[in-house]
């Protein structure tokens, strides 16, 4: 069984950081893209950022891209997610996505596993 656990997440100031995790566990993660996601309330859930499964090709939501920076480890079966500059507009629960290609993919349908979410507040 495949699950995916956030962490990281929290309340931070406009302008401020967070690291966000994801740890994966039952299947061989280094096969497949992982993502991540997020949905504000009131709103559809969107692709913020994608990588495949050795980490070379990564892909961003124009509303992120230059601020917020995917990685993997292999290794550890982590995926992170670094997000700076944040702005009150980031605010959303984010989920971890567990990809059903090697190459990753900007939509749902492209993702078999999701993680609960984590919270992440940015104030003005």
């Known amino acids: 069984q495949v699950q995916l656990v956030e962490s990281g997440g929290g309340l931070v100031q406009a302008g401020g950081s967070l690291r966000l995790s994801c740890a994966a566990s039952?299947?061989?993660?280094?096969?497949?893209?992982m993502g991540w996601f997020r949905q504000a309330p009131g709103k559809e859930r969107e692709f913020v950022a994608t990588?495949?499964?050795?980490?070379?090709?990564?892909y961003y939501a124009d509303s992120v891209k230059g601020r917020f920076s995917i990685s993997r480890d292999n290794a550890k079966n982590l995926v992170a997610l670094q997000m700076n500059s944040l702005k009150p507009e980031d605010t959303a629960v984010y989920y971890c996505?567990?990809?059903?290609?090697?190459?990753?993919?900007?939509?749902?349908?492209?993702?078999?596993?999701w993680g609960q979410g984590t919270q992440v507040t940015v104030s003005s």
């Open positions: 990588i495949n499964s050795s980490g070379g090709t990564t």
């Open positions: 039952g299947r061989t993660f280094s096969n497949y893209a």
């Open positions: 996505a567990g990809g059903r290609y090697s190459s990753g993919i900007g939509t749902q349908r492209g993702y078999d596993y």
